[in-house]
């Protein structure tokens, strides 16, 4: 009887938000028009909100069509603690890297979570003329992410690192600051365990250095695939 009692709550739930929904796109297709029919005297500008307005909204209504359909639902996941991180790097021509970034985190509850990396950093120039430069970079990144829809998530990060850059026989240390933002999706594996992707940007990288070393990162653009249990 319990059982019954609970599926029926879910699909009533499902439901008023489904009629939430509807009524909420009917109500702002309304405000739409009533604007663009109001906008009669020099009002091009109303005009054009309303038009640009209906296309997000039909593209968001889309969007949320096929995601329905294409995202799997997330299971609830036990427990409060994440492990985890990620491990990556590369090598273009005379260039190599190696990161190594273990993570640990808390849910706030099953949506939030607050959490910091450790970070490991080993970069390498390999150049026979001016001589070979390597960097070791050290640091914590804070950071905060919040789900809002089927593994979908929003990413906040505030990094500080440290770098110690040896070329030939002289070395120099720097402190680096990057506030990293972005999002992701979650690929869950049960109810303990996942696989994540994301894509973020740098806000305090400079389009402008004075050479390859002022900064750790070659680009404003991070891409991270990891894992957590």
Same mark, same amino acid.
């Given at each position: 009887?319990n059982r019954i009692c609970l599926v029926f709550m879910a699909k009533f739930e499902?439901?008023?938000?489904?009629?939430?929904?509807?009524?909420?796109?009917?109500?702002?297709?309304?405000?739409?028009?009533?604007?663009? @029919?109001?906008?009669?005297?020099?009002?091009?500008?109303?005009?054009?909100?309303?038009?640009?307005?209906?296309?997000?909204?039909? @593209?968001?209504?889309?969007?949320?069509?096929?995601?329905?359909?294409?995202?799997?639902?997330?299971?609830?996941?036990?427990?409060?603690?994440?492990?985890?991180?990620? !491990?990556?790097?590369?090598?273009?021509?005379?260039?190599?890297?190696?990161?190594?970034?273990?993570?640990?985190?808390?849910?706030?509850?099953?949506?939030?979570?607050?959490?910091?990396?450790?970070?490991?950093?080993?970069?390498?120039?390999?150049?026979?003329?001016?001589?070979?430069?390597?960097?070791?970079?050290?640091?914590?990144?804070?950071?905060?992410?919040?789900?809002?829809?089927?593994?979908?998530?929003?990413?906040?990060?505030?990094? !500080?690192?440290?770098?110690?850059?040896?070329?030939?026989?002289?070395?120099?240390?720097?402190?680096?600051?990057?506030?990293?933002?972005?999002?992701?999706?979650?690929?869950?594996?049960?109810?303990k365990s996942f696989m994540y992707v994301m894509v973020l940007y740098n806000l305090?990288?400079?389009?402008?250095?004075?050479?390859?070393?002022?900064t750790p990162y070659g680009s404003p653009i991070a891409l991270r695939v990891g894992?957590?249990?």
């Amino acid at each position: 009887m319990n059982r019954i009692c609970l599926v029926f709550m879910a699909k009533f739930e499902k439901a008023k938000i489904n009629y939430y929904s509807i009524r909420a796109d009917t109500d702002f297709i309304v405000f739409l028009q009533k604007i663009y @029919l109001d906008s009669s005297n020099n009002t091009l500008i109303m005009k054009r909100f309303a038009i640009i307005a209906s296309m997000a909204l039909m @593209l968001l209504g889309c969007f949320g069509k096929a995601s329905a359909q294409l995202l799997p639902d997330v299971p609830d996941l036990k427990g409060k603690f994440i492990f985890g991180g990620n !491990i990556g790097g590369g090598m273009s021509g005379n260039y190599l890297n190696v990161t190594i970034a273990p993570q640990v985190g808390y849910r706030v509850f099953n949506p939030w979570e607050l959490g910091v990396r450790g970070i490991y950093d080993f970069t390498c120039v390999f150049n026979r003329t001016l001589g070979n430069r390597y960097g070791h970079y050290f640091g914590v990144a804070p950071y905060t992410n919040f789900q809002f829809y089927k593994g979908l998530f929003v990413h906040v990060e505030d990094e !500080i690192m440290y770098g110690l850059v040896k070329v030939n026989d002289q070395k120099t240390g720097q402190w680096f600051n990057s506030i990293f933002v972005g999002g992701g999706y979650r690929l869950y594996n049960g109810s303990k365990s996942f696989m994540y992707v994301m894509v973020l940007y740098n806000l305090s990288w400079s389009a402008i250095q004075s050479s390859g070393w002022d900064t750790p990162y070659g680009s404003p653009i991070a891409l991270r695939v990891g894992y957590c249990f």
